[in-house]
């Protein structure tokens, strides 16, 4: 089954959308982004996802995660960049679909291919099909295009942001439960 991550959470009503849904992960960006969540935020949406989905942290600057981790308690860590990481949890690094070729896999973390950082730009998922090991797809998907992007680069997992939303930080509950419903589709195709 497609592990799916919505990011980009930014309240407590869209972290219960979310969940309802069926998502398997929700990510609180703790980076400069319309998105970005304070610390307090953070505590109190993690709080209701916490046993319930992975509460995932995204960060862009390395020296950030151990204070926000030690205060928040992620499931995993988003780092969008080629710094070395030490953290006591699972790691998503993101990279550019263009960066494939030339960037090195780090043990013990899971890729994630990012055709826009957030900004909503899909890439070739043909490009990412034949990809040893589990990679997350990310950019551009939407609740009518993920099935075809799960049966075409056959990914460990998805994660989207702005294709589901009804603007910029707040979720739309029914475009959620859509998308969900289109990866586990696309899952009982495979």
């Known amino acids: 089954m497609t592990w799916i991550k919505v990011c980009g959470i930014t309240s407590k009503p869209d972290a219960e959308a979310a969940i309802r849904a069926g998502v398997s992960a929700i990510g609180l960006v703790m980076a400069p982004s319309p998105r970005r969540v304070t610390l307090e935020k953070a505590i109190g949406i993690a ?80 490009r990412v099909r034949s990809r040893a090991g589990a990679f997350v797809i990310a950019g551009g998907l939407t609740p009518e295009n993920v099935g075809e992007a799960v049966a075409v680069a056959r990914p460990f997992g998805v994660d989207v942001s702005s294709g589901v939303e009804s603007a910029p930080g707040r979720k739309d509950p029914e475009k959620m439960a859509r998308f969900v419903l289109a990866v586990r589709r696309a899952d009982a195709a495979r």
């Open 47 to 126: 709080a209701i996802a916490r046993g319930r989905v992975e509460v995932v942290g995204v960060f862009k600057d390395p020296a950030a995660i151990p204070s926000a981790h030690a205060i928040v308690g992620f499931d995993r860590v988003q780092f969008h960049g080629d710094a070395p990481l030490e953290v006591p949890v699972s790691v998503l690094r993101a990279i550019r679909p263009e960066a494939l070729e030339r960037t090195a896999s780090h043990e013990g973390e899971t890729t994630l291919i990012d055709g826009s950082e957030g900004k909503g730009a899909a890439f070739d998922w043909t």
